[in-house]
């Protein structure tokens, strides 16, 4: 099996910047229902994280494997500046 190349700090911080967003946006449409912005910031987050993954995809499943490696690469980023954030302050 072919070994996946690293991704670049910009597209690790541009995944984490949009599954910020669509985790906001989930919230609020649990919240508050769903509202037109609130579903837009959510469309534009998931297609913001697909559009690289579909580039370099070869494949349907490959694309599909990539944008949920996308999504939790961003949460897992976002968790980890909130550890990093916390031991910080504690260390």
């Known amino acids: 099996m ?3 190349p690293k991704r ?3 597209l ?4 984490a910047l949009c ?3 669509l985790i906001a946006a989930v919230i609020f449409v649990l919240v508050a ?5 609130a579903m837009a910031v959510a ?3 998931v297609a913001s994280v697909a ?3 579909v580039i370099g995809g070869v494949g349907i499943v490959e694309m599909l494997t990539g944008l949920v490696e996308a999504l939790v690469d961003g949460v ?3 968790i980890e500046c909130i550890v990093s954030a916390i031991s910080a302050l504690f260390g």
């Open 76 to 78: 897992m980023a976002i």
């Open 43 to 45: 469309a534009l987050a």
């Open 12 to 15: 690790r911080l541009f995944n």
């Open 19 to 21: 599954a910020t967003a």
């Open 51 to 53: 559009v690289p993954v």
């Open 33 to 37: 229902g769903f509202h037109s912005g």
């Open 8 to 10: 670049s700090p910009a």
């Open 2 to 4: 072919e070994d996946k």
